[in-house]
């Protein structure tokens, strides 16, 4: 059941996921491209935009998502469905950065190995070890040119699977500063006889993660009738990838006191290739855990009955929210105008006009704050203020719909 409904999910998001519609052509994202000097090629990206982005004063989270080709249309429709679709408010929409791979085993290994994950020798690895310059890339080339080009807000999120999810502990351990949270799939911890699984075990120890936000997910990869009990005991190659794993979860876990904010799970039912879109719907619940509207903030804006003072209500959370990704955070536009035609829906029309004004206070030169003023002062039957709103709202963008409203105020 569980499968069916991530399955359903992902058609769903993907398939609502239209930033741009050309025809019968539903665009997803847009690729662009750097010429990159540290790894002496050209490398291409695919990049995802946040509906109404290039109109919007807000900047927006980014998620670099390693093997893009594979990752990246199933993560920006989960971003999409989780941020604003239906009125979620699961996480914050993002800038979603799809890293496409030229040689994906020199970049995504951070050290040179010659044996494969079931400690054999192999002439399969002849380019890795490229890790460190390809997070040089990263920190100093992709994420400048991301940064400069687009509205990119301070907070990154790495999301990354196998030799990608490597990468991200390394990144995490080697280079801590460089993102504020992760979505680890499965990672390659077997890799060059454990040696990033050895260096976690002293660094996560001494080094001070404050601040970091870690989700972590397992797939199912022993023999049928195995256990995770039994793998973590065994020493026999078959259970070597699992069994690197949950030492790595049990160093995340032994370490608590160094001020990252972990969780894991284990999917039972997935393997390996079918665990990235699991992890990431978990993953973004759980590193976001703290962006969703509170259960009592929520009820109490749709209670009439009770009295709620929605601008000081809806500040305080996004206070907290801003606390907790180290900059500014404001509701989105979209956001307050579905709460406020809730509100309308309801008949608790003096609670909307709050939102809407809340709205209008934060974005003051958008047509369409003062087009959802004018459709309140038009169900109180206040024509002149209804007008007044419908004008100044075609002042900053003509809109056929808005005009059609102003004539029906005068018939």
Not at 231 to 250: F, G, Q, V, W
Request: charge should be neutral; aromatic fraction near 12%; include cysteine.
């Amino acid at each position: 059941m569980k499968k069916f409904f991530v399955f359903a999910l992902l058609v769903i998001s993907i398939a609502t996921n239209a930033q741009d519609i050309q025809g019968n052509t539903i665009v997803l994202g847009h690729t662009d491209s750097i010429q990159s000097k540290i790894l002496n090629e050209k490398r291409s990206f695919w990049v995802r935009l946040p509906a109404g982005a290039d109109k919007s004063i807000m900047r927006y989270p980014v998620a670099y998502v390693l093997d893009g080709s594979e990752h990246f249309a199933s993560f920006s429709g989960l971003i999409q469905y989780l941020s604003e679709a239906n009125g979620n408010m699961v996480c914050p929409d993002m800038i979603v950065v799809g890293i496409i791979n030229t040689d994906r085993t020199r970049d995504l290994t951070p050290t040179n190995g010659t044996i494969d994950y079931e400690n054999k020798p192999t002439t399969a690895f002849k380019t890795s070890g490229g890790g460190e310059q390809f997070t040089a890339f990263l920190q100093k080339e992709l994420m400048p040119y991301i940064e400069s080009k687009y509205p990119a807000a301070p907070f990154k999120v790495l999301v990354g699977h196998s030799f990608g999810g490597l990468t991200a502990v390394n990144i995490l351990i080697n280079h801590t500063d460089l993102f504020k949270a992760y979505i680890i799939v499965d990672p390659s911890m077997w890799w060059d006889n454990y040696k990033l699984l050895n260096q976690a075990h002293d660094v996560l120890k001494t080094k001070k993660f404050t601040g970091k936000y870690v989700f972590m997910g397992i797939a199912n990869t022993m023999p049928p009738g195995d256990d995770t009990a039994h793998a973590h005991r065994d020493t026999s190659p078959k259970t070597n990838h699992i069994r690197s794993i949950l030492k790595l979860a049990d160093e995340f876990k032994r370490n608590r006191g160094n001020g990252m904010t972990f969780s894991y799970k284990y999917y039972n039912d997935d393997n390996h290739n079918s665990s990235p879109l699991i992890t990431e719907y978990d993953g973004l619940r759980f590193l976001f855990g703290y962006y969703k509207l509170p259960a009592e903030t929520e009820s109490a804006l749709f209670d009439a009955n009770k009295k709620f003072d929605v601008a000081a209500g809806i500040t305080a959370h996004y206070d907290k929210v801003s606390e907790n990704m180290g900059y500014r955070v404001i509701p989105s536009e979209a956001i307050l105008d579905g709460i406020g035609h809730d509100c309308l829906d309801f008949n608790m029309r003096g609670r909307a006009l709050e939102v809407f004004l809340l709205n209008a206070k934060y974005y003051p030169n958008s047509a369409g704050v003062y087009a959802s003023i004018g459709d309140y002062y038009a169900l109180e039957k206040n024509k002149a203020k209804a007008a007044e709103f419908y004008n100044k709202s075609l002042s900053i963008l003509e809109n056929p719909a808005i005009k059609e409203k102003l004539k029906k105020l005068s018939d």
